[in-house]
């Protein structure tokens, strides 16, 4: 049987593939250090006989290095996700993306684990000169901590793969809906109208484009990236051909909640330094292996929303 | 009168620059940990009134925040430009590289420093599918941890001049060359030479095709660069028009040397792993400024030689 190990394992997409793996057969090992990660998220888990769970953090090599025996494949989905604080507090994105991935492969070197799959982000392509973004874009410059610190995760995989023979999967995601979402804008904006009902202050004009995928969708392509993926290094894209506005997403939130808020847009065409306008990946390379998402962006919200309706613990979690 | 500190103070590219900043008017602090430097590239540095060292490791932050008051600009040239062993200890370029740059710009966003010049590589491009490269090429795959870790600390420049209003001039070089070379394959070639005139061993077959620059062409190319440069980040490829093949480059050594050695290849198309076959970087966007080089490789082949036969003790100092 083939044992993985997932980081991130209590995450919001995290514990989403460890479900989905143990439903697949596989003997999973979560690692977590639980600071954002719920262990709520991981009743299903526990009740699996495959399923055995690291509270450890990346930073603790020793823990990560005991953890990662006997394991045939990682999935390193820990990271700060949070893109908007970034600046706040720089060495966060470095320590919890860049070294952590590094300790990763270097857990991985130790062990003989020769795969692993990768949870980036379109936000390295920084704001894309080429829209829809290929994944062979015009070599982008970087507008945040975020994207700067898994752009560099991104180099170091490369890098492994080719000086100590790994096999590397690159995904890079626009932003994840769905079940267990914990955090970005339909998290805020559902969490504000639970609040303050008649009033929604949204930051920009409304009108940045983003694409968005949900994240039962985003698992099967991981899936389907990982099984079909024979190069030492791989980078894929991940999205839905589609965008919205952002005030079309606040729509779709107001209408699933019958609401009717009053809109206050802190106005620009950016909601905070390092925003990127406009988001929109060229997801051909995936889709031409065979893989195509099952939800549009307006299901993926309202299903979210849904979510979140029936599992107001979320908020009270991460405040 | 304009305070400016340079990284790697006391090493090939660094001592060199330091000297013209002082004849240029500067004043200069140095920092530098003697790891790879050399106290004797500082002779005439330390002469200057208006020249400072400080002896201290990019890692320690107390001290290198200290060495930042009251500066303008940063030249962040301190390195590991060790390509060929990141293999051997993968650490080193994580730490020396990309670490200490986050370091740097930690140091200048608590001083104030909002300008900075950053040493990077043409290795970023990994094994580069345009060729002359540009600096807009297609988003490449890293091959070599030297090359990953020099594109981390390009991000973070990237981001922390987005997120901090600092502005950001990056430079990626070719090989260098020149007075104070103290590695690299001309210097492995004499060195080698020196101690057996009949026999040469060589990595690969002799055929890849690398660019080189003089290293006062390189220092001329920086500080036109940051002179001309207004964006808050800029990217500027530093090479010649040229490229050699690796056994044109031992002609000229042995043709300088008097010598005619056996030769003896090892084979393959590339001398280690992670080593690129060809490299030549389009240098149009600097040019399009007004600088060019002022020495062929040849040239720029045949003063380095010169100058280790003058300077046979760079050899035990690297030893």
């Known amino acids: 049987m083939q044992r993985v190990l ?12 460890v479900d989905r793996l143990l439903a697949d057969g596989y003997e999973v090992v979560g690692y977590d250090n639980f600071s ?10 526990n009740a699996s006989p495959r399923f055995s769970m690291v509270e450890g953090d990346l930073l603790d090599q020793p823990a990560l290095g005991a953890a990662m025996k006997a394991v045939d494949t990682v999935f390193h989905l820990s990271a700060n996700a949070d893109i908007r604080f970034g600046t706040l507090h720089p060495r966060r994105d470095l320590d919890q993306n860049t070294i952590a991935t590094f300790n990763v492969l270097e857990a991985m070197r130790a062990n003989e684990v020769k795969r692993i799959a990768f949870s980036s982000t379109g936000s390295v392509y920084g704001e894309a000169k080429v829209i829809p973004t290929p994944e062979d874009a015009p070599f982008p410059v970087q507008t945040s901590l975020y994207g700067a610190s898994k752009l560099a995760g991104e180099g170091l995989i490369a890098a492994y793969c080719e000086g100590y023979e790994m096999q590397g999967v ?7 809906l769905g079940e267990r979402y914990t955090h970005g804008h339909v998290f ?4 504000k109208l639970q609040q ?22 985003c698992i ?12 030492r290094f791989s980078i894929y894209n991940l999205g839905t051909d589609e965008y919205c506005q952002v005030s079309d997403s606040i729509d779709w939130i107001c209408q699933k909640l019958g609401l009717a808020p009053c809109l206050q847009y802190s106005g620009g065409d950016r909601g905070w330094i390092g925003d990127n306008p406009f ?24 299903r979210t929303v849904d979510y979140l309706r029936g599992n107001g613990w979320v908020f009270e979690a991460r405040n």
């Not at 954002?36 to 888990?45: E, I, K, P, W, Y």
């Not at 805020?188 to 969490?191: E, K, S, T």
């Not at 099967?220 to 190069?231: E, R, T, Y």
């Open 196 to 217: 303050d009902p008649t009033k929604l202050s949204v930051l920009g004009n409304g009108q940045q484009r983003k694409s968005y995928l949900y994240v039962q969708d």
């Open 220 to 231: 099967d392509a991981v899936l389907f990236g990982m099984k079909n993926s024979q190069d």
């Open 279 to 302: 988001i929109l990946l060229d997801c051909q390379k995936i889709r031409a292996l065979g893989w195509k998402p099952t939800l549009t962006i307006r299901e993926g919200v309202e």
């Open 36 to 45: 954002t990660g719920q262990r709520r998220f991981l009743v299903d888990a």
């Open 6 to 17: 997932v980081t991130g394992a209590a995450g919001f997409i995290g514990s989403n593939l």
């Open 188 to 191: 805020d904006f559902v969490h």
């Open 170 to 176: 690159v995904f890079r995601f626009v932003s994840i």
